[in-house]
């Protein structure tokens, strides 16, 4: 079976969006988060990949690129137990009440 | 995966952002965890967002140009793309996957995607563009490229074979375009001037010698 990421050749009219965003801070951040992490032996590209592609279909397709990035580190951090998700929820709630 | 905020984004190619989202919120508090906890430091992710926004085309448009006036470099850049950069002093890093240079000629145009995500020689080009890592691109281009190319405003002539190079997690590809008319007697950096990043991943020719 066609895995979600596998789109050659996939039935599609649309344009080419040409246009270019200039990238966020948080998705510079979390790009160079997976190098750091890839550096010192805590992640690899497969890993990701492996996250990346199992993201259900409907969720992939809307998920902006740095989206799927953000995921797919946050699902390794959790399951090489670096960080848990309870702590990342309390984390996040903090930093938003700020 | 959270579903608490699922933002609707309408056009899924677009890779806009509106407002800090909640994967942007989720970023935050990972990367303060990860500081906080020892797994690395906010210098170490600091000097890798520097490192990725100091890379540019204009890297990869050296070595074209480079490769315009030097037909011995070109040959070595064609068959070991990362022993003939070394040779010049552009080490790649040791973890870069493998890099394939092609070039374009009168007889055939190469260009590149990555159908399965946004492999990208990085380490030649910068970050790869939002076009380069939509659905659609990654759909079409490997079907039907001569209109894709088209949309970038490149007609490619009928006897001119088209192959388009799908990239991997461990192969690269960038393109040696053709070098543009009228261009005889430039040096490296006039003729780097010429080259864009589009015309190193196919979808585009070099600016034109005269503009």
């Known amino acids: 079976m066609r895995g979600v990421h596998d789109r050659g050749g996939l039935p599609d009219d649309t344009p080419i969006n040409r246009e270019e965003h200039e990238l966020m801070d948080w998705e510079r951040r979390v790009d160079a988060m997976h190098a750091v992490l890839g550096s010192k032996g805590l992640r690899s590209t497969d890993q990701m990949r492996r996250v990346i592609e199992s993201i259900p279909k409907d969720e992939y397709e809307q998920m902006t690129y740095y989206e799927r990035w953000a995921f797919a580190l946050e699902t390794l951090v959790t399951e090489n137990e670096l960080l848990s998700t309870a702590e990342i929820d309390k984390k996040m709630a903090e930093l938003m009440s700020e | 995966m959270s579903n608490e905020q699922q933002v609707n984004h309408g056009d899924h190619d677009s890779e806009s952002e509106i407002q800090p989202s909640y994967y942007a919120s989720r970023a935050k508090a990972i990367e303060a965890l990860l500081v906080q906890k020892g797994v690395m430091t906010t210098n170490e992710?600091?000097?890798?967002?520097?490192?990725?926004?100091?890379?540019?085309?204009?890297?990869?448009?050296?070595?074209?140009?480079?490769?315009?006036?030097?037909?011995?470099?070109?040959?070595?850049?064609?068959?070991?793309?990362?022993e003939a950069l070394e040779e010049i002093g552009y080490k790649l890093p040791d973890e870069t996957p493998y890099l394939k240079v092609v070039e374009n000629s009168e007889d055939i145009h190469h260009?590149?995607?990555?159908?399965?995500?946004?492999?990208?020689?990085?380490?030649?080009?910068?970050?790869?563009?939002?076009?380069?890592?939509?659905?659609?691109?990654?759909?079409?281009?490997?079907?039907?490229?001569?209109?894709?190319?088209?949309?970038f405003g490149l007609r490619l002539s009928d006897d001119i074979e088209v192959r388009v190079l799908d990239s991997t997690a461990d192969l690269r590809y960038m393109v040696i375009p053709r070098r543009p008319l009228g261009t005889d007697g430039f040096d490296q950096e006039s003729l780097a001037a010429l080259v864009t990043r589009d015309s190193m991943i196919g979808v585009s020719d070099p600016l034109s010698a005269h503009f």
Not at chain 2, 51 to 64: C, E, F, L, N
Not at chain 2, 120 to 140: C, T
């Open chain 2, 45 to 82: 992710i600091n000097s890798e967002v520097n490192a990725m926004d100091s890379k540019s085309p204009a890297d990869g448009a050296k070595i074209v140009a480079l490769a315009w006036l030097d037909d011995s470099f070109k040959t070595k850049l064609l068959a070991n793309a990362s």
């Open chain 2, 111 to 151: 260009v590149v995607v990555c159908t399965l995500c946004s492999c990208y020689p990085r380490m030649l080009l910068g970050r790869p563009p939002d076009w380069y890592k939509s659905l659609a691109y990654r759909s079409r281009v490997v079907v039907s490229p001569r209109e894709v190319m088209e949309e």
